[in-house]
């Protein structure tokens, strides 16, 4: 098993189980806000600008949101797998008593 000793976590507190509520969380920020564009976009009661731009920039932010988890499943995997190696060794000794 090689370890990441010397490495640094993006996220220190970051769980595979937190990182999944954020994972889901900005893919539906990006649903959303992406609706609420296109409707402003394409409104039958006209193009309202001020309402398309902030829902544009909402969507860009969560974007970048999702980028950057998926940068942090990449750079922190390794912690992750340690983690659940300990916490099944744990068990393992649990079981054995």
Known sequence: MPTSEGR????????????????????????VSALLALNKLWSEQGFDAVSFWIYAAWFAVSVAQILYLLRVR?????????EDDRRADWDRRGRQL
């Open 8 to 31: 640094k976590r993006l996220e220190p507190r970051m769980t595979r189980g937190s990182w999944k509520f954020g994972a889901w969380s900005a893919a539906g920020q990006i649903a």
């Open 74 to 82: 990449r750079k922190d995997a390794p912690f992750w797998d340690e």
